[in-house]
């Protein structure tokens, strides 16, 4: 017995793994390779790339774009609309494995609505992203960043 919801319109690739308590919601794909941690809840629409990783006690709200390399850590919360990359020199031809970079999103940091993430991005413990912002450099820990370019607005 399954110990978690999908929404019968979710698109839920083999070799995913889901945990306890995690609901998906409707129009959602998550790819092959990727792990949901325990409580989760993934919005209406949300792309979940292959071999992402979200920990426990997350929150991915309506139509985020969580690509492959995307980690992350427990209790994040990411709004809706979010935007994450992969490739920090995108072209349309060609392969792009040796610009592929990670990104990863700490424990309790959240990322507010409408932001972009670009890829090799470290966003730190309990750190805030503001609405509509662009992250283009690491964000420390407990801290607020605002803005395009993101950039430091305060302590939390």
């Known amino acids: ?20 308590g995690t609901k998906v919601w409707a129009f959602s794909h998550i790819m092959s390779g990727a792990v949901i941690g325990e409580n989760c809840i993934i919005g209406e629409g949300v792309h979940i790339g292959n071999n992402v990783i979200i920990g426990n006690n997350c929150k991915v709200q309506n139509h985020a774009l969580l690509y492959e390399g995307v980690v992350i850590n427990n209790d994040v919360f990411i709004g809706p609309n ?19 970079k990670k990104t990863y999103f700490n424990a309790g940091c959240s990322i507010g609505a409408n ?19 662009v992250v283009t450099k690491d964000v420390d820990k407990d801290t607020i ?3 395009n370019p ?6 939390k």
């Open 82 to 100: 979010v935007v994450t990359t992969n490739d920090i020199k995108p072209v349309a031809k060609g392969s792009w494995q040796d610009r592929f």
């Open 115 to 133: 932001s972009t993430i670009i890829c090799g991005i470290n966003i730190g413990e309990n750190s805030l992203v503001g609405a509509g912002s």
């Open 1 to 20: 017995m399954n110990n978690y919801y999908v929404h019968e319109t979710a698109i839920i690739d083999n070799e995913v793994k889901l945990g306890s």
């Open 145 to 147: 960043v605002v803005g």
């Open 150 to 155: 993101a950039k430091f607005l305060r302590k």
